[in-house]
């Protein structure tokens, strides 16, 4: 029986395929690879093959691909793959497309792409195309971009020791649990918009572009990622055990939890004392004062096309108006 070839009338269309064989299960990623190419010539795309590895120079890698016309990627991994691609192709006149196949995939459910591989790929061709926003985070090792979330404090210490732990490298235990307990609570200072101040004690300050992070739980709206701004969260008066025990559960989180503040700027700046460890997108920054904005509807994206609405047309010559 011989495949069925999807949008005859469309012409084939060169793609940049990003794909990470250490996302999801390693046994099964050449396999995987090759149903999404088969996949992605059966919708008239040739995609052209990128695999990562922990050194990528997404780049050059981006630059390379642009100069010879291709501007679409399509990244088959999980949320820091998507989010080390975009960052590269945000305000470029480029498309990003998403097939998650990460653990969290965070970006994928706030941009209400399905997790199913074949329905992920058909967005391609029947969805739609949309500009998100993008964070820039300003700091001691220069200007860098963000996709989903930065994080000052306790989970940018505790990041790379207890990712380790979670794809079973065991031996990170003893770190995880060191950096845990030498943790103390730090000073923060907040400028919201450069007009309002704030302080306070505690031991994380989460600032978010997306409405899912972590543990798919929940900081901002369904349309966090156009609405032109940061979703600001402020954890004190709780015990570094208490933050971690709701990363650990999932738990939404909202303004009106006890010992949570939740705020929504177009930028922020935050100093520590003492300093704290940055992350963005799962990538260390060091430590110091942070200034954070958005990059306005800079990145295109393949989502889910919104559902048609049902308009009834009133009849001719039933004394009614169209």
């Given at each position: 029986m011989e495949k069925e070839i999807y949008f005859t009338d469309k012409r084939r269309r060169r793609v940049k395929l990003v794909f990470n064989p250490a996302s999801g299960s390693s046994n099964a990623s050449p396999v995987q690879l090759m149903d999404v190419i088969d996949m992605l010539q059966q919708w008239k795309y040739t995609p052209e093959v990128?695999?990562?590895e922990p050194d990528s120079d997404?780049?050059?890698m981006v630059k390379d691909t642009m100069s010879q016309g291709i501007n679409m990627f399509i990244v088959c991994g999980g949320d820091g793959t998507i989010s080390a691609v975009a960052k590269e192709i945000a305000g470029l006149p480029a498309t990003l497309g998403i097939v998650?196949?990460?653990t969290q995939n965070n970006v994928a459910l706030s941009l209400n792409i399905p997790r199913d591989i074949p329905s992920a790929i058909a967005l391609f061709r029947t969805g739609e195309r949309i500009k998100i926003?993008?964070?820039?985070?300003?700091?001691?090792?220069?200007?860098?971009?963000?996709?989903?979330i930065c994080s000052v404090g306790l989970l940018s210490a505790i990041f790379s020791a207890g990712d380790d732990i979670q794809h079973g490298h065991l031996e990170r235990v003893g770190d995880f649990l060191s950096t845990l307990v030498s943790l103390v609570p730090s000073k923060i200072k907040l400028v919201l918009d450069e007009k309002r101040e704030i302080v306070r004690m505690g031991h994380l300050v989460l600032i978010s572009n997306m409405p899912y992070i972590g543990r798919n739980y929940q900081v901002g709206g369904t349309a966090a990622f156009r609405d032109g701004l940061l979703d600001v969260l402020t954890f004190s008066n709780l015990s570094k055990l208490n933050l971690l025990g709701r990363a650990l559960k999932g738990t939404n989180v909202s303004g009106e939890d006890a010992g949570v503040e939740h705020f929504h700027v177009h930028r922020v700046d935050i100093e520590a004392d003492p300093p704290m460890q940055l992350m963005v997108d799962g990538v260390a920054l060091g430590e110091g004062p942070i200034h954070v904005e958005l990059q306005r509807q800079a990145l295109a994206v393949?989502?889910?096309?919104?559902e048609p609405r049902n308009i009834k047309r009133k009849g001719i010559g039933s004394g009614e108006d169209l």
């Open positions: 990128y695999l990562t997404y780049s050059q998650p196949t990460g926003d993008v964070g820039l985070v300003d700091c001691a090792q220069g200007r860098t971009s963000f996709l989903e393949m989502t889910k096309a919104p």
